[in-house]
């Protein structure tokens, strides 16, 4: 199957799961469907899905087992994402305003809630098995505790952080869910023992894409991005990129950024954000995230090489690898 | 056993499940665990995890399959309880400031999730069957879709609901949980079908339990109680003591009082609020929904007192009895 049939499957798989408009008994109960529905119908890169379904196939899999799972992973994204869009007090999400933004703070928070239990439905609807129930704990866990190190730095106004403190908050929130889980719930589909290897080089992979993510943020095209360019300056965001630059800038500059990403965004000077992002651009840090997350790339697809060429499915076994270099080499 | 034996069982069951700041690697994930244990410290009744207790041993389950099940439900409490608060703006909760006024918005948002997350890990690492996980997903289904109900109300300021919405919001929103969930987990942890008339019987009980919390809100003895008195009237909550009262109340009694609830709660006059406390008081609702709620008690217990006769442990069909009648007859 190719990727962008397989998309549109996982996709429709997510969005049968929800309740309908059409089929609801009021009117307010309509506009609840239309909130969960949200999300999973602007789509995304569904890369997390993708990646569990082929690395299933290649584990010996088959594509019907594997549906209902992919899409409760890309369901976790969306119920987070929302989540995430209140916490961050964000204005856009893929191209369009957060739901918070289109239904107010209290609907959207509510909203996120059911998404989140539409995600455990799939699961036990489809009778997948324990052991993949467990990896969605993880995953749950994981997320939440690195999102938890990454809020508490901004509401206390910690900048005294190393590369260290931002890799462990990055492989909770982001690297687990983005490469470790997909890789292991293939295996666990296909009813196999994942290999160990999935961790380490998941993770590496996984703080790959959030690098690139964050190099985006900066660098990207408004239009493929989707989301706001330079809004991890706005939101006060601690990255790879800006604790590089901290660590090399000059005290003023420093204590400038600081005051800066100190501020309540609504607060912010608009010619501030842009010269802060000016000043990482030109300064070498955001070439020097993107060289990391080349160096993880290739790490995690060095390690995974050899364990995936001993897989029963070798067509879907190369997809999966092309699909993990996109995570990191991509534009949006 | 004894209540209050059982309700100490429950509780440390369900700590039992939750991160401990001493064993956490960082000071960041330490504030995290203790986050996620807050609630859960405070107690609360464990009403509802002691209910489907009784009612699992009534079935002939042994305690040790069903305390996992009663702490997850009362873990869905307490996160619920985490995500209205912040829904609500709410600012107290068991006798102490609400999560968010303790930590901010973002942060207890996102231990909400991570308790979400711990309800469905204690369920499936005890294995509890998918029966019992079905059940849980109905519980989360229902109860987002009655606070969709309730905040779309508050949010477009709409009054023109009749007892019936009241009714349709309370059962999906309160009484499902309350009392129809403890009572079919209750038998489906045994093993056993649950009887038919759980359905009716418990949604009886749980909305005479709703309207009792409702009647406490405004006539409560305040350390009792544990939350605001009059809270509702503040947050603009739609009541039954509301609703009849409104549509008795001269038109500009009427426009008085709805004025008041439209207006946000930072704005709104406590002698305004006083007043309609006491019209309240004394116009004769508040005494119309406790008969209503004494009318539901009885139904209910009546419709399922032939069925809990024929189940095969007595003693806790008697003690679950006797619990049932103290959700509507309370004073906290």
Same mark, same amino acid.
Request: aromatic share 6%; glycine share 6%; with cysteine.
């Given at each position: 199957? %190719?990727?962008?049939? *397989?998309?549109?499957?996982?996709?429709?798989?997510?969005?049968?799961?929800?309740?309908?408009?059409?089929?609801?008994?009021?009117?307010?109960?309509?506009?609840?469907? +239309?909130?969960?529905?949200?999300?999973?119908?602007?789509?995304?890169?569904?890369?997390?899905?993708?990646?569990?379904?082929?690395?299933?196939?290649?584990?010996?899999?088959?594509?019907?087992?594997?549906?209902?799972?992919?899409?409760?992973?890309?369901?976790? $994204?969306?119920?987070?994402?929302?989540?995430?869009?209140?916490?961050?007090?964000?204005?856009? @999400?893929?191209?369009?305003?957060?739901?918070?933004?289109?239904?107010?703070?209290?609907?959207?928070?509510?909203?996120?809630?059911?998404?989140?239990?539409?995600?455990?439905?799939?699961?036990?609807?489809?009778?997948?098995?324990?052991?993949?129930?467990?990896?969605?704990?993880?995953?749950?866990?994981? !997320?939440?505790?690195?999102?938890?190190?990454?809020?508490?730095?901004?509401?206390?106004?910690?900048?005294?952080?190393?590369? $260290?403190?931002? *890799?462990?908050?990055?492989?909770?929130?982001?690297?687990?869910?983005?490469?470790?889980?997909?890789?292991?719930?293939?295996?666990?589909?296909?009813?196999?023992?994942?290999?160990?290897?999935?961790?380490?080089?998941?993770? %590496?992979? =996984?703080?790959?894409?959030?690098?690139?993510?964050?190099? &985006?943020?900066?660098? =990207?095209?408004?239009?493929?991005?989707?989301?706001?360019?330079?809004?991890?300056?706005?939101?006060?965001?601690?990255? &790879?990129?800006?604790?590089?630059?901290?660590?090399? #800038?000059?005290?003023?500059?420093?204590?400038? #950024?600081? !005051?800066?990403?100190?501020?309540?965004?609504?607060?912010?000077?608009?010619?501030?954000?842009?010269?802060?992002?000016?000043?990482? +651009?030109?300064?070498?840090?955001?070439?020097?995230? $993107? #060289?990391?997350?080349?160096?993880?790339? #290739?790490?995690?697809?060095?390690?995974? @090489?050899?364990?995936?060429?001993?897989?029963?499915?070798?067509?879907?076994? $190369?997809?999966?690898?092309?699909?993990?270099?996109?995570?990191?080499?991509?534009?949006?």
């Amino acid at each position: 199957m %190719n990727p962008i049939d *397989l998309r549109a499957q996982i996709q429709a798989r997510m969005l049968e799961a929800l309740p309908h408009p059409d089929q609801a008994v009021r009117a307010e109960l309509a506009e609840y469907a +239309r909130m969960l529905r949200d999300y999973p119908e602007r789509g995304g890169k569904m890369l997390r899905g993708m990646l569990l379904v082929y690395a299933g196939l290649a584990h010996g899999a088959r594509l019907e087992q594997l549906l209902p799972v992919a899409a409760a992973l890309e369901l976790f $994204q969306n119920w987070a994402l929302i989540h995430d869009d209140i916490e961050d007090a964000s204005e856009e @999400r893929r191209g369009r305003p957060a739901l918070h933004r289109l239904y107010g703070m209290p609907l959207a928070l509510n909203a996120g809630d059911a998404l989140h239990a539409r995600m455990w439905a799939m699961l036990i609807e489809a009778r997948a098995s324990y052991l993949v129930l467990d990896e969605f704990v993880r995953v749950v866990d994981l !997320t939440a505790q690195g999102q938890h190190l990454e809020m508490s730095w901004m509401q206390t106004h910690r900048f005294d952080l190393t590369e $260290q403190d931002y *890799l462990l908050m990055c492989a909770q929130k982001a690297a687990y869910y983005t490469a470790v889980a997909p890789l292991r719930l293939g295996a666990l589909s296909a009813g196999v023992e994942p290999p160990a290897t999935y961790i380490e080089a998941g993770l %590496n992979l =996984g703080i790959g894409f959030q690098i690139v993510d964050d190099v &985006l943020n900066l660098e =990207g095209d408004p239009v493929k991005y989707g989301k706001e360019i330079a809004g991890d300056l706005w939101e006060g965001k601690r990255t &790879l990129i800006l604790l590089r630059w901290l660590s090399q #800038a000059s005290e003023p500059e420093r204590i400038r #950024a600081e !005051t800066l990403l100190r501020t309540p965004r609504e607060a912010k000077h608009p010619e501030e954000v842009a010269w802060l992002h000016q000043r990482l +651009r030109e300064s070498g840090a955001v070439a020097y995230a $993107q #060289a990391e997350a080349e160096r993880r790339l #290739a790490a995690g697809l060095e390690a995974l @090489r050899p364990v995936l060429a001993e897989l029963p499915d070798q067509e879907a076994a $190369q997809t999966m690898l092309r699909l993990l270099e996109s995570l990191v080499r991509r534009e949006a």
